[in-house]
């Protein structure tokens, strides 16, 4: 299986970007998916993460309100939509699969390759 994330690149502060990411191989149906981002000289940070069902998705405290994780298991493709960025938005984002079937979070992951958003003051 692969993830292909794309979607990103480069906006001012309180614009907006929507992040797909589409599997190809088996479906993503059974499989907890998420975002992560990673920040130049931080750690990489979880910042969103949904179900197989797509019911009561997660985003982390740090995008709330601002970043909405949905899915389209029909199309194998995860979104990331995120509105009013900010400059400490700036990072890659790289999408998630839990390797394993019908099993909860995101702690042994298949990766995407990243892509780069940046958001200018």
């Known amino acids: 299986v692969q993830l292909q994330a794309s979607g990103g690149g480069s906006v001012q502060a309180g614009g907006s970007l929507r992040l797909a990411c589409v599997a190809s191989g088996p479906g993503i149906s059974n499989y907890w998916m998420g975002w992560f981002r990673q920040a130049p000289g931080k750690e990489r940070e979880l910042i969103a993460h949904?179900?197989?069902?797509?019911?009561?998705?997660v985003t982390a405290d740090s995008v709330k309100g601002r970043f909405s994780i949905s899915r389209d298991n029909a199309k194998n493709t995860v979104y990331l939509q995120m509105n009013r960025l900010k400059p400490e938005d700036t990072a890659v984002y790289f999408c998630a699969r839990n390797k394993r079937p019908y099993v909860l979070g995101l702690e042994d992951n298949i990766w995407g390759q990243g892509t780069l958003v940046t958001v200018s003051s």
């Open positions: 949904i179900g197989w069902s797509g019911k009561n998705p």
